[in-house]
């Protein structure tokens, strides 16, 4: 059964720094899509950032220069290292994982919205 967690969310002040982290089971990293999306209350999900089961990475527009995506095979744990933030950035954080099957090996940071696992989210605050 594929479960993911997360982690690591909290308040900062703008142009802070942030890291989430993502812990995985019921799954091997070097074969899923893992990807970041965030959720702000009314508003569509957006994908944030997705890294294939090759490592190759796909960073989300709005956050492109500022957020990186990164994952350690053998500890089944995905990060978010998020720096510069801003308080748009503000949101529920979700990990996400989409299977080999699902994705085709294709893991664009918008498709990690809709992939098929994801954990319960942690709120990131960016805020004065």
């Known amino acids: 059964q594929v479960q993911v967690a997360e982690s690591g969310g909290g308040s900062v002040q703008p142009g802070g720094s942030l890291r989430l982290s993502c812990a995985a089971s019921?799954?091997?990293?070097?074969?899923?899509?893992m990807g970041w999306f965030r959720q702000v209350p009314g508003k569509e999900r957006e994908g944030v950032a997705a890294?294939?089961?090759?490592?190759?990475?796909d960073i989300g527009d709005s956050v492109k220069g500022r957020f990186t995506i990164s994952k350690d095979n053998a500890k089944t744990t995905l990060y978010l290292q998020m720096n510069s933030l801003k308080p748009e950035d503000t949101a529920v954080y979700y990990c996400a994982a989409e299977s080999p099957v699902g994705s085709g090996g294709y893991c664009p940071a918008e498709s990690a919205a809709d992939f098929a696992y994801r954990g319960q989210g942690t709120q990131v605050t960016v805020s004065s």
């Open positions: 890294i294939d089961n090759n490592g190759k990475t």
């Open positions: 019921g799954l091997t990293l070097n074969s899923y899509c």
